[in-house]
């Protein structure tokens, strides 16, 4: 209809003069009544028209027709003497913007687009720029790391960022060159509040601009230079109210990922964009609640709430150890747990992962999801989501399901894995005694054959500290200590498992036999420990360079905190001597909070760490299994959690609480009021 309305108009036009306007149509002029109201209904049709031309995506643009009065349109926004024109004198063309995207589109590899790039830069508006750090990344997503330390030396790169720079002015204000009036924009950021939710999301969608380039960057892990990430910042802290869902995960995804850029910016922006994600859960859970369902990220509607939104906002969390308040946590799981099947399996592990690194406890029925996943979806799983998987229901303690672990051995998981993978997995394992699984063992085969420079120091420290898990375990089993003497039982146990494993990996029957032989002979003059170990294959390098790397981040690298100083200080002004803090137990593998040597009382000061973030009073599992570990060295362990300490501090009951605490681990209170 519009374009028959704009041929007769353009008709009527050349017929008119300026003494006596009429109108033709159909063959005929109209009379003065008629004309009034066909000049409205035209002036609505255009208006309408104009106004979604004006608002609609790259995409919608390039499949507009250019009829007649289109052209003529278009021609007087771009003439320099239009008072309404809106775009830069920088910008030659609109058409000329959209041939060179389709061009920058059209490169096969990273260096013709950097080609293009080096030719035509200095045309490029912000889609354009958009577009190219866009598809750089996805060229470079699917080629080897060698091609990326290329890229991040190529000089043509500056020459990207110095137009990215350019083009940032306008990125949020509907014009890509930003040559737009301060009233102008005024005016149109008015109209566009007047329309519906609808409208608001396609206003947020300039922010795919700024969008593309920081998902590009954080995806090859490039920090740009000149300034950009700060920028960027600025931009997404002043705008974010205008963000939709998608769009908002997707920045929050960005900066964590480029968290080494600056760690503190990265964490204020994270908390900017959750606070707003909390500000549209409302809206966004009647959204889930109407669509009867979560959506998959590639059924997502525009602006929409999709299961990837609440898989990246949670990792991202997770990564900057940002937590975003337990409102929003608890619905995000909520939403996972009630419409899990929707989810990716990544998506799952990575809101497992995430609430294991901010000791938010996801509650059993998600754990129990978790599990059933792997359990049941494990063709769909890559390695990685696997082991963080198995660390997020390590982390709680959650009892592994046997059929999910059975399913997980002959060595498919391990093979998979990355040196990050094997430590997460392993450790995993260690945390919940699943020292017997067959999964265990084909991991630590996997790292006995790995050189320790692939793992990086926290997996190694998690390596050291599953075998001394593992250690003891072994000892409450047979019941022996670290200085007892292993009888020929326990010894025979030790040496058949051993062969059955080490068996497994020979090619011939002789060099089995022989081997079995020549490692039952040598485990008569092991310790315990030695011995202990030999349940597994583990690395020559496991108590050097892996112990080495456990002792400088578990216990030479401890600090006393202002709550271990307070508690120490009342110790000793009623405890004459033998306090010590930080002591080591006799085998060097643990270190305790205030030692009473002459009673072996393990005095540990549990600050908030040592709890779960949702749940105040509940001790995290870490903690209970250093609590264990004491008590099977020959400690006993009386734990000061700092809420009932702070109490206690508020009612000057120090005294009285230490007397309570020491007598229920036995110290009799007359013992006990004689130190004091």
């Given amino acids: 209809m519009f374009r028959l309305l704009s041929r007769r108009l353009s008709f009527a036009a050349a017929r008119t003069n300026n003494n006596d306007f009429s109108i033709a149509s159909g063959g005929r002029f109209l009379l003065s009544s008629e004309q009034s109201v066909f000049t409205t209904a035209c002036a609505a049709v255009s208006s309408s028209f104009l106004w979604r031309k004006r608002f609609s995506t790259d995409d919608r643009r390039r499949r507009t027709t250019t009829t007649t009065n289109v052209t003529t349109t278009l021609s007087r926004r771009r003439d320099p003497k239009n008072k309404n024109n809106n775009n830069s004198p920088a910008s030659s063309s609109f058409f000329q913007h959209v041939q060179l995207n389709r061009e920058i589109v059209a490169c096969?590899?990273?260096?013709?687009?950097?080609?293009h790039v080096e030719t035509n830069s200095e045309k490029y508006n912000g889609v354009n720029v958009s577009t190219a750090w866009h598809r750089l990344a996805k060229k470079l997503g699917r080629e080897e790391r060698s091609s990326v330390r290329e890229f991040k030396r190529d000089a043509r790169v500056l020459l990207l960022e110095e137009a990215t720079v350019r083009c940032m002015q306008g990125l949020f204000r509907g014009n890509e060159d930003g040559d737009v009036t301060s009233r102008e924009t005024a005016e149109r950021r008015h109209e566009r509040r007047q329309y519906s939710s609808r409208m608001k999301a396609e206003d947020a969608f300039d922010a795919q601009n700024v969008g593309n380039i920081l998902w590009a960057c954080a995806t090859i892990l490039y920090t740009p230079r000149l300034g950009i990430l700060d920028k960027f910042a600025d931009i997404i802290e002043g705008n974010v109210d205008k963000l939709y869902p998608q769009a908002l995960s997707n920045s929050l995804?960005?900066?964590?990922?480029?968290?080494?850029?600056?760690?503190?910016?990265?964490?204020?922006?994270?908390?900017?964009?959750?606070?707003?994600?909390?500000?549209?859960?409302?809206?966004?859970?009647?959204?889930?609640?109407?669509?009867?369902?979560?959506?998959?990220?590639?059924?997502?509607?525009?602006?929409?709430?999709?299961?990837?939104?609440?898989?990246?906002?949670?990792?991202?969390?997770?990564?900057?150890r940002c937590h975003p308040g337990e409102k929003i946590m608890d619905a995000y799981l909520k939403l996972t747990t009630e419409y899990h099947e929707k989810f990716k399996t990544q998506e799952i592990s990575n809101i497992a992962w995430a609430s294991a690194m901010l000791q938010h406890h996801p509650g059993d029925a998600f754990l129990s999801v978790v599990s059933e996943t792997l359990a049941k979806r494990l063709e769909e799983c890559a390695s990685q989501a696997v082991s963080n998987s198995l660390l997020g229901l390590a982390t709680f303690g959650y009892k592994m399901d046997e059929e999910m672990l059975k399913a997980l051995g002959g060595k498919r998981h391990a093979r998979r894995c990355n040196s990050q993978d094997l430590c997460n997995s392993i450790w995993a394992l260690a945390a919940v005694d699943a020292f017997e699984a067959e999964v265990y063992g084909d991991l630590w085969a996997r790292v006995s054959s790995m050189h320790h420079d692939e793992f990086a120091p926290e997996g190694l420290n998690m390596l050291y500290h599953a075998c001394v898990m593992h250690q003891d375990h072994w000892m409450d089993q047979h019941a022996v200590g670290n200085d007892d003497v292993v009888d020929e039982e326990v010894l025979d146990d030790v040496t058949n498992t051993s062969k059955k494993r080490k068996s497994t990996n020979?090619?011939?029957?002789?060099?089995?036999?022989?081997?079995?032989?020549?490692?039952?002979?040598?485990?008569?003059?092991?310790?315990?420990?030695?011995?202990?170990?030999?349940?597994?294959?583990?690395?020559?390098?496991?108590?050097?360079?892996?112990?080495?790397?456990?002792?400088?981040?578990?216990?030479?690298?401890?600090?006393?905190?202002?709550?271990?100083?307070?508690?120490?200080t009342r110790i000793r002004a009623g405890f004459i001597k033998n306090v010590a803090d930080e002591y080591l137990t006799e085998d060097g593998v643990m270190s305790i909070d205030?030692?009473?040597?002459?009673?072996?009382?393990?005095?540990?000061?549990?600050?908030?760490?040592?709890?779960?973030?949702?749940?105040?009073?509940?001790?995290?599992?870490?903690?209970?299994?250093?609590?264990?570990?004491?008590?099977?060295?020959?400690?006993?362990?009386?734990?000061?959690?700092?809420?009932?300490?702070?109490?206690?501090?508020?009612?000057e009951t120090h005294r009285k609480y230490l007397e309570d605490k020491l007598a229920s681990v036995g110290v009799q209170r007359e013992q006990v009021l004689t130190l004091f």
């Avoid at 036999?513 to 003059?525: I, N, P, V």
């Avoid at 105040?616 to 809420?643: A, C, D, Q």
Wanted: aromatic share 8%; charged share 25%; proline share 3%.
């Fill in 253 to 320: 995804w960005s900066f964590a990922r480029l968290k080494e850029w600056n760690l503190l910016r990265c964490k204020t922006v994270a908390e900017l964009l959750m606070q707003q994600a909390l500000r549209m859960l409302p809206e966004v859970l009647e959204d889930v609640k109407k669509a009867g369902g979560m959506f998959e990220a590639k059924d997502v509607p525009f602006g929409g709430f999709s299961t990837q939104a609440i898989g990246n906002a949670m990792w991202s969390c997770g990564t900057l």
């Fill in 594 to 651: 205030i030692a009473l040597l002459d009673h072996k009382i393990a005095i540990e000061c549990d600050g908030p760490s040592h709890f779960e973030k949702n749940m105040e009073k509940s001790m995290t599992h870490k903690t209970i299994i250093r609590n264990r570990g004491l008590e099977r060295r020959g400690w006993r362990v009386v734990s000061i959690p700092y809420f009932e300490w702070q109490e206690a501090n508020a009612n």
């Fill in 108 to 115: 096969v590899t990273c260096s013709e687009i950097l080609k």
């Fill in 506 to 568: 020979q090619s011939t029957t002789t060099t089995k036999s022989t081997k079995a032989k020549g490692f039952s002979s040598s485990l008569h003059g092991m310790g315990v420990r030695e011995v202990a170990l030999q349940r597994h294959d583990t690395p020559i390098w496991l108590d050097t360079i892996a112990k080495k790397s456990y002792d400088d981040q578990t216990i030479h690298s401890v600090t006393l905190s202002a709550f271990h100083k307070h508690v120490s």
